[in-house]
Structures are given as structure tokens and as C-alpha cells.
Nanobody, 115 residues
Framework: QVQLVESGGGLVQPGGSLRLSCVAS????????MYWLRQAPGGPLEWISG????????YYADSVQGRFTISRDNNKNTLYLQMNSLKPEDTALYYC????????RGPGTQVTVSS
């Protein structure tokens, strides 16, 4: 069974950047599609990006397209999310997960975009 732990969140000003990481243990990430999701305070869990086992197929939600970049390093068993041009509406708890509905997700890392 895969355990996921996210990191890299923090407080950033609008227009700033952050890079999130998701480290897996218990199994190789190379066996899985991987996903990033987020949940704003009081809001639903929102899928934002997915990447196939080798990084050849990548998808983004319209809300982050052109600003966020998902990537993976299977040798390091790590998934990444580079977030640029951050907006206050990007404030949320960010999760990596094994399915697009958030299954198997880690505890999350908080991202707060505020001046």
C-alpha cells in the first residue's frame, strides 16, 4: 500500500510561486497515475491535475491551466506541482492522490496566497 506525504506549502503573496512535493512510500509511484487536488476552506475537494505513470499524459483543470505544472520523478518516488502566478483563490489545502477523486491522498499541505 502506498503512503503519500505532501510538503512545500506556505504563505505567498499574489503573483508568487511555490513548488509542492509529494513523496511516496510503500510502493513505487511508477505503477500509478497520480493526481493533485485541493480543498479551499468550506469548499469541495477539487481535482486540479493528473499525470500518467511515465509523465507522457498530463491534464489540468481550467482554473490552473497555464500557471501550474505537474511533474514526477519515479526514481525519487516523488510527484511535484510547480505553481506560478498564484492568486488568492488558490488558497487551499493541497493533496496528492492515487485517483482523481482523492483516494489514497496524503494529509495535505496548506497554501495561502495573501498580501
Amino acid at each position: 500500500q502506498v503512503q503519500l506525504v505532501e510538503s512545500g506549502g506556505g504563505l505567498v503573496q499574489p503573483g508568487g510561486s511555490l513548488r509542492l512535493s509529494c513523496v511516496a512510500s510503500g510502493n513505487s509511484l511508477s505503477n500509478y497515475w497520480m493526481y493533485w487536488l485541493r480543498q479551499a476552506p468550506g469548499g469541495p475537494l477539487e481535482w486540479i491535475s493528473g499525470i500518467n505513470e511515465v509523465g507522457g499524459d498530463i491534464y489540468y483543470a481550467d482554473s490552473v491551466q497555464g500557471r501550474f505544472t505537474i511533474s514526477r520523478d519515479n526514481n525519487k518516488n516523488t510527484l511535484y506541482l510547480q505553481m506560478n502566478s498564484l492568486k488568492p483563490e488558490d488558497t487551499a489545502l493541497y493533496y496528492c492522490a492515487l485517483d482523481e477523486d482523492g483516494g489514497g491522498r496524503g494529509p495535505g499541505t496548506q497554501v495561502t496566497v495573501s498580501s
